[in-house]
């Protein structure tokens, strides 16, 4: 949602704060870690595309875990105020433009990280 973030909802505040809270987590995976001293600036490292998307597999996994954790459930059409949502089913299952989201997920790390002016490290 593309509003100041005091207009969210609750549940949108919540879930973005999650999946930011998971940067560390992502970065592990790419063999990175954030660092007070030293390292490169983010946008220097190239993400290999195949962990990208294996990456990507493991944030949908994520966000699903989060949904259920709130009472989420699948069906065939998304019912927000019942909790319902189409989308709570295997990566490989998902449109291709969903599974583009989270691709864009991590891809836009190091974008984010630059921005705050943080630097990262191999994981030694």
């Known amino acids: 949602s593309m509003v100041p973030w005091m207009e969210l909802p609750q549940s949108l505040q919540t879930a973005n704060l999650a999946q930011a809270e998971d ?19 983010p946008s220097q490292v190239i993400l290999d595309p195949a962990t990208i998307e294996a990456l990507s597999a493991t944030e949908h996994d994520r966000w699903m875990a989060e949904k259920e954790r709130g009472g989420w459930k699948y069906a065939p059409v998304a019912d ?3 909790l ?29 990280l630059d921005k705050v002016g943080y630097r990262i490290a191999p994981t030694s």
Do not use: A, F, W
Request: hydrophobic share 30%.
């Open 23 to 41: 940067i560390p987590n992502k970065l592990r995976k790419l063999g990175y870690e954030i660092v007070d001293t030293g390292g490169v600036p």
């Open 80 to 82: 927000k105020p019942n």
């Open 84 to 112: 319902l949502h189409n989308l709570l089913i295997p990566y490989d299952e998902l449109p291709e433009e969903e599974k583009q989201k989270d691709r864009d997920t991590l891809n836009n790390i190091p974008i984010l």
